[in-house]
Structures are given as structure tokens and as C-alpha cells.
């Protein structure tokens, strides 16, 4: 599976962003796919994971209300729509997938940088 993530950009403190995290090489169809995200000096963090089958969702409880993972079949492609952004939401934001019986996520795209001001 090769992702792709894309969307990042600078936002001011209060708005609203939206990531893409798009597959080829293999359909999502048995598979989780999470984001996560590092920001400088931090150890990389969970963020949000969708199961594909159910659509069946899980949330850090820092983003939890503001953010929401969501799915397009068609396109095979997952979405972090983020709301009420604030400074510290500033990170690299990176997709990844596992397969439903695996334990670990071992599949990464490259990430997209989201900066939030003040």
C-alpha cells in the first residue's frame, strides 16, 4: 500500500483544515488507517484511526470534538477534517494503515506540515 497524504498549510488559530490520505496499490478494504502527527521535539502521537469495513472511528482525547475522520469508498481515500484549530495542533501530519489483524501500523506516507498561528 502506498499513501499519499496531502492538505497541509497555514491556518490562523480558530480555523479549519482538511487532510487527504489517498491509496493506491491496494484498496483499504480490511484495513485501519490512522493519523498521527509529530511536532517539533514531541514523539510522533495518535490522532485519529478509521476501521474500513464499519467505518467505525477512535479519537485522541486532544482532538476529540474538532476533529473528524471520514472515508470515501469510490476514491479510496480517508479525510481529516479540523475544526477549532489551535497553535499547538502545529505538526507533521502523517497517515498510515495496518491490516485488521495486525498490531502495529506499517504503512506510512510522507507527511504535510500544518502550522497553526496565534
Known amino acids: 500500500v502506498q499513501l499519499q497524504a496531502s492538505g497541509g498549510g497555514l491556518v490562523q488559530a480558530g480555523g479549519s483544515l482538511r487532510l487527504s490520505c489517498a491509496a493506491s496499490?491496494?484498496?483499504?478494504?480490511?484495513?485501519?488507517v490512522g493519523w498521527f502527527r509529530q511536532a517539533p521535539g514531541k514523539e510522533r502521537e495518535f490522532v485519529a484511526q478509521i476501521r474500513w469495513t464499519d467505518g467505525s472511528t477512535y479519537y485522541a482525547d486532544s482532538v476529540k470534538g474538532r476533529f473528524t475522520i471520514s472515508r470515501d469508498n469510490a476514491k479510496n481515500t480517508v479525510y481529516l477534517q479540523m475544526n477549532s484549530l489551535k497553535p499547538e495542533d502545529t505538526a507533521v501530519y502523517y497517515c498510515?494503515?495496518?491490516?485488521?489483524?495486525?498490531?502495529?501500523?506499517?504503512?506510512w506516507g510522507q507527511g504535510t506540515q500544518v502550522t497553526v498561528s496565534s
Open positions: 498510515a494503515a495496518k491490516n485488521i489483524h495486525s498490531m502495529a501500523y506499517g504503512y
Open positions: 496499490g491496494r484498496t483499504f478494504s480490511s484495513y485501519f
